[in-house]
């Protein structure tokens, strides 16, 4: 089968775009769809549509309903996802981002997991415009005086944060977080504290999340408040962690809906 001369210049096959915009209509949407609302979706005509998708159904991308004709993504459609996420590393994902932000900003940051001890980074950048010496990779963090503890108090089983408390060292610990404050980093997805460990220094971190919801590391920056000239600066952490989490299947952060600054 020859190509079409604008499909070579182009070096795609429109016909492969186009079944993966009807595609993403299926992937995006709340529930089982119409034919019709799925041709509004995706901007194009009832008779189209319904080629693509009785294409898509029938390579099992897409299945209908016999009984209300509604679509839907298709089993296959289920295994590619199910692969992908299978190689989703979110630390991966997270630390480009961080190191990302740490060459834009003067923020050092990096990724926490949660190990039996508390919040362990596993990397770490320093800005080149403001750098903390003592925080380096295999550090564990306080877990009631940084932001870092406190995304992962919110998140985490209380069972899990205790039994972790007690392993800290006495000078770790602080006074636990209102039930009150936990509720507000769930509701925003963010955490910040400032002089909390050195003097007008300035902690921020924000969750990543798999697909199922779960919390599997934290990003998290220090700096000098007063460095961070306005609010794209204050809040490039939170883009940045809502941009990874798009990449790990995570939900909940919203470039669009960011949390209120102090």
Request: glycine fraction near 8%.
């Amino acid at each position: 089968m020859s190509e079409n001369p604008s499909e070579k210049r182009a070096g795609t096959i429109q016909s492969v775009s186009i079944a993966a915009r009807f595609l993403n209509v299926l992937a995006n949407a709340e529930g089982e769809l119409s034919l019709g609302e799925v041709a509004r979706r995706a901007d194009s005509g009832a008779s189209s549509a319904h080629r693509y998708l009785q294409s898509l159904v029938k390579e099992g991308l897409a299945r209908q309903d016999p009984a209300t004709g509604l679509y839907d993504l298709g089993p296959a459609a289920l295994s590619i996802g199910i692969a992908a996420l299978k190689r989703v590393d979110a630390v991966d994902i997270a630390a480009a981002h961080m190191k990302a932000l740490a060459q834009r900003h003067a923020a050092s940051g990096g990724v926490a997991i949660w190990t039996p001890r508390g919040p362990t980074l596993v990397r770490w950048y320093r800005s080149a415009y403001f750098s903390i010496n003592p925080l380096a990779l295999g550090d564990i963090l306080p877990i009631d005086n940084t932001a870092c503890g406190l995304i992962f108090q919110a998140f985490l089983p209380k069972a899990t944060i205790a039994a972790a408390r007690k392993q800290q060292p006495a000078h770790f610990r602080g006074s636990p977080p209102s039930e009150a404050r936990l509720a507000e980093v769930r509701a925003q997805y963010w955490a910040e504290m400032t002089s909390h460990l050195l003097s007008n220094v300035t902690g921020q971190a924000a969750p990543v999340f798999d697909a199922q919801q779960e919390i599997v590391c934290v990003m998290t920056t220090v700096t000098d408040l007063g460095q961070l000239q306005s609010p794209e600066d204050r809040l490039a952490l939170y883009d940045e962690a809502a941009q990874a989490n798009l990449s790990t299947g995570g939900q909940g952060l919203d470039p669009t809906r960011r949390p209120p600054l102090g």
